[in-house]
């Protein structure tokens, strides 16, 4: 009998034959740095080599084209070999040198490989590159939806999740008004600006103000004196993981995960999901604040910092 983890999968191959593995996928492709993307099953190893099974992977976003899909369990990895544009993040986008940086690139080639065990390996390549860069990785840390998805499909669980919800309901809340602003419906209140966050309905949609204790109690139904304490309650009332579970049972979807692909994600790669799905914060409030009143933007941007939000 073969040897399984505690998830069933059979023992995955010994290191050398893992790395070496890797650096073969990425070679296949030569030089071709546009090659289409292509999932990689790892069916099992014997002294003659390693057998494999590969899928195009398709669609505007072919990452994407993973969820759902569970491996079965003889399975003894699961991989994605991809290629893209590498750009220096050192860089801000608006600066002369990022925007240089950007409308220029450097293609580059990945391998990521990911086993029963919950390691990993990753082979990347640079255009013009003669050696391809490898590492290995322990699954501990979150490495972003390739490695995510990869280990959902092999019914592994991912990284917890390593920003703040309350970082998902400001990007919610930024995307309100811009979509507000657009509508030709822009906020011209504070008091307008701030029903526009989830954490509102605590007090505006049948909530009881006195059931949260101080400032609430006296608070009336007006949210804007107190929005920064009413998004820590609403955070503390619905963390990551009652999300998650929440989404599950009622069978709802959120953002970009729909309802029946919420059981197919873990807290840790339903979160990096569900913040991937919109644009990045600094990016919605220059969108926000190039259209609302000064003063407005400022009152949001000291909400963002009191709730210790990074806006760049």
Not at 133 to 151: A, I, K, N, T
Not at 227 to 241: S, T, V
Not at 247 to 256: K, Y
């Amino acid at each position: 009998m073969p040897t399984r983890d505690r998830y069933g999968h059979v023992a995955p191959p010994a290191p050398e034959t893992v790395e070496a593995l890797a650096l073969r996928l990425e070679a296949v492709a030569d030089d071709d740095f546009h090659a289409e993307p292509y999932a990689v099953g790892i069916l099992g190893t014997d002294p003659d080599g390693v057998d494999l099974t590969a899928h195009p992977l398709e669609g505007p976003d072919p990452v994407e084209d993973l969820v759902g899909f569970k491996a079965p369990r003889t399975w003894q990895g699961f991989g994605v070999c991809s290629c893209g544009t590498a750009y220096d993040l050192a860089e801000p986008a608006a600066s002369a040198a990022g925007r240089a940086e950007r409308a220029s690139g450097r293609r580059v080639r990945m391998v990521h490989l990911v086993f029963g065990s919950g390691d990993a390996v990753s082979v990347v390549r640079q255009q013009g590159e003669t050696d391809a860069r490898l590492s290995r990785h322990s699954g501990s840390e979150p490495l972003g939806r390739v490695d995510d998805y990869c280990r959902r499909v092999l019914r592994l669980p991912t990284a917890p999740p390593e920003r703040d919800v309350r970082e998902l309901w400001a990007l919610d809340w930024l995307t309100q008004i811009l979509t507000d602003i657009w509508r030709g419906d822009p906020p011209q209140s504070w008091h307008q600006v701030a029903t526009r966050h989830k954490a509102a309905a605590l007090l505006t949609i049948g909530g009881d103000p006195s059931a949260l204790g101080p400032p609430f109690d006296a608070a009336g139904r007006d949210p804007a004196p107190h929005l920064r304490q009413l998004g820590d309650a609403f955070a503390e009332q619905m963390p990551w993981d009652r999300l998650w579970r929440f989404a599950r049972r009622r069978r709802v979807g959120l953002f970009g995960v729909a309802a029946h692909d919420v059981a197919w994600h873990d807290v840790g790669s339903f979160s990096r999901s569900l913040l991937g799905w919109f644009p990045e914060l600094g990016e919605l409030l220059d969108a926000v604040g190039g259209q609302l009143d000064t003063a407005l933007t400022n009152q949001i941007k000291a909400v963002l910092e009191d709730w210790h939000l990074p806006s760049r």
